[in-house]
Nanobody
């Protein structure tokens, strides 16, 4: 079955950086678009970024454009989210999903907290 395991979250200061990873198994990763979504406390799920199966095209929510970068390594069945210039409003539980818009199967998430 589909398994997605996110890691790399933690506590960061405003302006800091974190790199999230998502290890995938149970489906053909190399032919699947992937995405990241997040859910802040008391809020709904927010799509963050998506990437085509071959990595040729990427999409970003306006709230993270210019600060976050999505990438993937099909040889390692892993998708990444490099997060720079973090803001307190980036605090959320971050999930990866096996589709472009964050609506597919998701993992358990990794917590990102941005605070001084």
């Amino acid at each position: 079955q589909v398994q997605l395991v996110e890691s790399g979250g933690g506590l960061a200061q405003p302006g800091g950086s974190l790199r999230l990873s998502c290890a995938a198994s149970g489906f053909t990763f190399s032919t699947s678009a992937m995405s990241w979504a997040r859910q802040a406390p008391g809020k709904g799920l927010e799509w963050v970024s998506g990437i085509y199966s071959d990595g040729s095209v990427t999409y970003y929510a306006d709230s993270v454009k210019g600060r976050f970068t999505i990438s993937r390594d099909n040889a390692k069945n892993t998708v990444y989210l490099q997060m720079n210039t973090l803001k307190p409003e980036d605090t959320a539980l971050y999930y990866c999903a096996n589709d472009l818009r964050g609506l597919g199967s998701r993992g358990q998430g990794t917590q990102v907290t941005v605070s001084s």
